[in-house]
Structures are given as C-alpha cells and as structure tokens.
C-alpha cells in the first residue's frame, strides 16, 4: 500500500482554503460536501468514460473515489451524444459483422484484439446501462429500437431518440450521486498530473530520476476555479484520465467548450505516449448558420434515408461512394462534401429529409427539428444547410486493453485514449462504447491489481505549487488572440485535407505561438483560460506533428503529396513521446 504525505509530512496541514479539509484514510466520517485533497482514486472528468469508471471502482474496490470536473457535472462530449451507442443486440446480427465494419473504417490501423473486446464485451455494457436506468427508445414490442449510421452493415445504435448522451449522462449522475463512495467536484480544473517529476527528493529518491526509471502518478495539481488557488489533490491508489477531446483545437467544430485537449497535454507532458493525433475526425454534418454555435445534424439523419445534394440539387454522394452513398465511412463522405465545397465554391452543402414521413422526422429526431425550427428551418419541409466540422479525435494517451498506460497508476479512457479500436478512422456510434467498456475493463485492472499488491509502503513527498514570481493575467486580449489564432490555422492547414507545404507551416507557426504561451504561462498565475490555451497549443502541436510524420493517405488522414496508403512502410501506428 502507497502512503503519500505532504511535504510536512502533516496531513492536515491547513491553509486557510483547506479548512474543513478531509483526509479519506483518518477519518471514518465522510460528508460530501467537504473539501478532499486526498483521495484513493482520482477520477479526471464526468462524461461517459470518468462517471462509468468512478462507478465501476467503488463497487468493485470498496474504495472511495474523487471526481474532479471543470465545469458543471454534466458539461461534456457525452452529454451532445445523438446517434448512439454501437451494440450487437440485433437479430440475425454477429459480433463479427460489427467487428469487421470496425476494421473496415478503420483503414487497416485498428488494433483486432482491441476491436474483439470492445465487440464482444458491448453488449454487457449495454445491460449495464439499463440496469442502472438509462432510458432507450424502444419498440412497440418493448425491445430495444436500434438505429442505423454510416459503415454499419445493419442497425445496431442504441439509443434515446436523438439525445443519446444526454440520457446517459443523466443515469450515470444519479447512480454515481447515489453512491455513497464517490464525491464529484466541479468547477475544479485539472492542472497538470503529479508523477515523479513533482517529487522531493528523499526516501530512496534522489529528486531527479531518470528517463530509464518508469514513472508513477501520484494525484493531480487541481485549479479551484472560485478562489483561483491550486493544491495537490492525492490519489493513493490510481489516477484515472478521462477528460475527453480535443474539437476545440479548430474553428469549427461540433464539441462544447470543454473539449479542449486537457488530459492529453498533460499527460504528454508527464511523459506519456501519445498516439493517432493525426487521425482527427470531421463529421460531415453540422448545421451551417455562421451566427450561431455549431449544432450536429446526427448521422442516424442519414440512417434514417436523409441524402445529401449540393446547391445545385445534386445528390453528389452517388459520385463519391456509388454502392454505400450517404452511408459511406465519414471520412468519405466529410470528404466527398469537401471536394463538392471547393468544386462548386460554396459553402454549405444540404442534406435532406423532406422526402421522409414528416412526423415520423419529428419523433425520431425531436431535438434538430427543434434546434433547426429555432433557426426558421422546417426540416420536414426544406433542406438543412450543413458543413462538416472537427468532431472526435481517433487518437490520444496509449492505453493497454485495460486502460493502462506508460505511467504506473495511470489510467485512461474515453475519447482522451488511443486504445487501437478506431484505428484511422472511427466508426459511427463507437466511441460511447468505447469509453464504457474502457473504463469497466480499467476498474477491473485496478481491482485486480490491488489484491495482488504486495509493494512495500513508499513515502512520498510532492512539491506545492509554486506560484512564486507569478502576476495575475491583464493581457486577456492576448489570450483570446492566441485562442483564435490556433483554431483558424488548425482550421485551414490541419483540415480534412492535408500537404506537407500547409503542415510545415502550421508546424513553424504553432512552435511559435506554443513558445509565446509558454512564456506568458511562466510568469501569469493560472486562470482556465489561460490553461485551456495552453492545452489547445499543446495538442494541436501534436496533431501536426503527427500529420507530418505519416507520409501516406489513410482513413481521416489525407494529403496530397502522398495521396495513396502505403500499407509496406506506414500500416503502424504514430507514437510521440517517451
Ligand atoms: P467527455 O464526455 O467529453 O467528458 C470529459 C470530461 O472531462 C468533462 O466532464 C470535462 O468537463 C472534463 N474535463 C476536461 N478537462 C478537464 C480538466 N482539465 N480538469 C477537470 N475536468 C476536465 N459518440 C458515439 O459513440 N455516439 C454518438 O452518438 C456520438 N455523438 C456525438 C455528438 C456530438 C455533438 C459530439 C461532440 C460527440 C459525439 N460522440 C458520439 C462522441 C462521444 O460523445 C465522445 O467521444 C464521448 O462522449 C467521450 O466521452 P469521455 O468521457 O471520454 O469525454
Ligand atoms: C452522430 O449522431 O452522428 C454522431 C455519432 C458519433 O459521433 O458516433
């Protein structure tokens, strides 16, 4: 067992800020509403991946678990989620259909052995969720309504009519408020990850370390967003990252705010390998209305016989992909959009359900009627303007099949993972699966790994933050400047369609921005934005940097100075880091 103190070696070493602080281990009484900077599992995030796994821990482990969330609970990718949830539930459908529509968009860099499991252990994860109370559509006859999107042979999407993620997120919160096991803290912003780099030297530890020694991680240096101070939060026995994507690192994208690359930053910064960044997925309909914030038009449209026509009333998709049309993998039909885009040098395409039975639009599709209503579109009438957007990133921390990663006691899962399954390109509906399962299949590690724990107890002692030298931040425009300028060059040299003339110069150009922000972060006390710009450069750093590294075309990732895929030299996956 890992015991971990400050550096006083006083637990309770109070700050004014810490007053009422609670020490899991000392005390036997516990209220939720106490202030915790120690905890035995540190979750990082409340969407699908960090609620699921924070669930899986406590029941599974005993112990108590600390979720720390920046913004308001709910506030994340999952709870946009329409489609659904990909699952072998089907009559007539077989694990080995899902599995090979998996590999088939994937473009020859899934990992199989990931796929296999993500298949086979889908459908238990679905019964999880109903166990716990999530609400799917169903069917006159009672049994689950399944959907149908682009690359799947059949329909297989669970889901809640179009607001999938919001039911999920809704079940997860209440089972994990419920417990009594886990504590959710919002508005606290993930900093960076205490691993031995933050270590002070001493107890067998010479406070430098060396690259050949593998890491551990510790906890985290957690922002309290109200009062503006960080402390060490303490994970005595593991970290779980599960902060989600990283859309927000281009113009336009069809993710919230949040998605701002955060976990992936740090954890390429403590030192993990980061994989796939440059597999970025566009989904080819978010609605175009420049004067408001992106909203998605769900492939399950598609699925549901929406097809897609160019200004000029041309249903293009025939061109592109003849035998699966609109239903094609999304990096063909993001791309056949672009192509069209810059064909005819418009800036929207439509996509279509007019033709469709009008009520049977309104009562699948409840909330893009109503979002595309508020807009004066009557999609049941007229056809929705839509572009695509950045939507998933395929890749991010390296994980093992279950969740581990190069950092002992670090964990990973969701979309902040590059588990293997997507490989190049993801699957519709998958990525939801993706995370329950990682996350279940991580608390399972864990579990696993402490009744066979039999390492000697190691005290640690981790450096406070140090805010010494430090101002509070006057420049915001800089900030929001910078912001700006990473979204647009991400936007127009790091898009759907790549060469090495516009990644070289995003690359030159975003070392500099990155250096500047450095610069600022060094001598500037830590605000979130001022930590999201930070994270957005970090990972759209290493998005290009991975672009440039593969020197083919393959799945979402397409260039034109290498326009076919080179299955002898790059079928293998892009590592960046230790
Ligand atoms: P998220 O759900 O994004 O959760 C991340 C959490 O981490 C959030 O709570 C966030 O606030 C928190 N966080 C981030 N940084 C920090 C920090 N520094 N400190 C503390 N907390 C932090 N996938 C499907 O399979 N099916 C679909 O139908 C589908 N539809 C989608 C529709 C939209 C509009 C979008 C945007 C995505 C969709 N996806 C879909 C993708 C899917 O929703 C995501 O990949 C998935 O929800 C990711 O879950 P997650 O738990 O990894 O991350
Ligand atoms: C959608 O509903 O189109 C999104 C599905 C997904 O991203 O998997």
Redesign the pocket.
């Known amino acids: 067992m890992l015991y971990i103190s400050n550096q006083t070696g006083n637990f309770e070493k109070s700050p004014s800020r810490l007053e009422g602080l609670f020490v899991f281990r000392c005390s036997l009484h516990f209220h939720k509403s106490e202030f915790h900077t120690e905890t035995d599992v540190l979750v ?9 796994f924070a669930l899986s821990t406590a029941e599974q482990t005993g112990l108590r678990v600390l979720i ?4 308001e ?14 699952s072998v539930i089907a009559e007539g459908d077989t694990l080995e259909s899902h599995v090979q529509d998996t590999l088939i968009a994937g473009a020859g860099l899934c990992h199989e052995d990931a796929v296999r499991v993500l298949v086979q252990e889908g459908p238990q994860r679905i019964q999880d969720l109903v166990t716990i109370g999530a609400r799917f559509t169903r069917t006159k006859s009672g049994s689950l309504d399944l959907g149908r ?1 682009g690359g799947h042979s059949t329909n297989r ?1 669970v ?1 809640a009519r179009d607001y ?2 919001r039911e ?2 809704r079940a997860l919160l209440h089972a994990v408020q419920e417990h009594p096991r886990i504590t959710i803290l919002e508005n ?4 960076e990850l205490l691993t031995d780099h933050q270590r002070k030297a001493g107890a067998g530890w010479d406070g430098r370390g060396s690259r050949a020694e593998r890491l551990s991680c510790y906890g ?1 240096y ?2 309290d967003e109200a009062t503006g101070k960080v402390t060490i939060c303490r994970a005595h026995s593991a970290v779980m990252l ?4 990283v ?1 927000q690192a281009y113009l336009h ?4 705010v ?6 992936i930053a ?1 954890a390429y910064r403590a030192g993990a390998k980061i994989g796939n960044m440059e597999f970025i997925q566009f ?1 080819p309909t978010s609605l175009y209305a420049p004067e408001a914030h992106s ?2 038009i ?3 449209v598609r699925g549901a016989g929406g097809i897609l026509l160019n200004q000029a009333g041309e249903r293009f998709m025939t061109r592109y992909d003849p035998a699966r049309k609109e239903l094609a993998p999304r990096d063909i039909v993001a791309r056949a959009i672009d192509a069209e885009l810059k064909r005819r040098g418009d800036a929207y395409v439509y996509l279509d359900v007019s033709h469709l039975n009008g009520s049977a639009i309104r009562d699948e599709f409840p909330s893009i009627y109503e979002r595309c209503k508020e807009l004066g579109i009557d999609i049941t009438k007229e056809p929705i303007p839509v572009v695509p957007a950045a ?3 395929c890749g991010g921390v390296a994980a093992s099949l279950d969740g581990t990663t190069n950092i002992d006691r670090l964990y990973v ?5 590059m588990t293997g399954v997507h490989g190049a390109n ?1 699957l ?8 329950l399962v990682w ?1 279940k299949r991580a608390a399972e590690h864990l579990s696993n790994r402490l009744r066979h724990e039999k390492a000697k107890p190691v005290k640690i002692t981790l450096k406070e933050w140090d805010e010494s030298g430090t101002e509070n931040a006057e420049e915001w425009i800089y900030i929001s400047h910078d912001h700006t300028e990473v979204q647009q060059l991400m936007w127009d040299y790091v898009g759907i369609v790549r060469s090495n003339y516009r990644l070289e110069r995003a690359l030159r150009r975003m070392k500099l921005i990155r250096k500047e922000i450095e610069d600022y972060y060094r001598k500037t006390k830590v605000t979130v934005p001022l ?2 710009l930070r ?1 957005i450069a970090e990972v759209a750093l290493l998005i290009v940097r991975s672009a440039l590294r593969r020197k083919e075309s393959r799945g979402l990732h397409y260039t034109t100075d290498y326009p076919k895929t080179d299955d002898r030299h790059w079928r293998h996956d892009t590592i960046i880091g230790q």
């Open positions: 990082l995030g409340s969407g699908s991946a960090g609620l699921f720390v969330t920046k913004k609970r709910s506030e994340s990718n999952t709870n946009y989620a329409q489609g659904g949830i990909a999107e999407i889901h999938t993620g999920l997120e606290h912003f993930a900093v985290a957690i922002l599960a902060t989600g994507g859309g994208t069809t993710n919230p949040i998605a701002t690359g955060d976990g740090m989904h909203f998605l769900s492939e399950a939507h998933y990133s899962a969701g979309e902040s993972s993801r519709a509906s998958n990525s939801l699966l993706e995370s996350a930590l999201e994270n």
